[in-house]
Each structure stands twice: as structure tokens, then as C-alpha cells.
């Protein structure tokens, strides 16, 4: 099972699930990501956080314990 943190730069990739719950899913889903729909990996900083991130053609910064909770395939 792969997380949206296990992806590198330039990769686009499908979520497949999201984990988590309450605000922190209802805050992932406002931003467009849900079941099925496309991420590709623009930029990672070095650390790993954040994560610069398009999704239905806007330009999002994800946070590392966030990508964590997004299942993709």
C-alpha cells in the first residue's frame, strides 16, 4: 500500500483511498482530492514537507502527515 508521501517528483499517480478522519479527511476532500481522481507530484522540498501537488488543474501544497493519509496506486 502506497501513500501520496511515497511518490517522487513528476510522478502523476490515482488515489485510491483516503485514511483519517473527521477534519483532517473533510480538509484533504475540500481540496479536490477524493477516490479516483488524478495527483501529480510537482516538488518536494527537501525534507519531505511540504509537498507541491496539482490536482484538477490547481496548484495545492500538501503537508507530509496529510500525504500520509492519501492511499494511491
Known amino acids: 500500500m502506497k501513500t501520496l508521501k511515497d511518490i517522487s517528483c513528476g ?19 475540500d481540496m479536490g482530492i477524493t477516490k479516483g481522481v488524478d495527483v ?10 511540504p509537498m507541491e501537488i496539482t490536482v484538477r488543474g490547481y496548484e495545492l501544497s ?12
Open 62 to 73: 500538501v503537508r507530509k502527515a496529510d500525504a500520509e493519509m492519501i492511499q494511491v496506486e
Open 40 to 49: 501529480f507530484v510537482r516538488k518536494v522540498a527537501p525534507l519531505g514537507d
Open 11 to 29: 510522478q502523476t499517480v490515482k488515489v485510491t483511498r483516503l485514511t483519517g478522519a473527521g477534519p483532517i479527511k473533510r480538509r484533504i476532500m
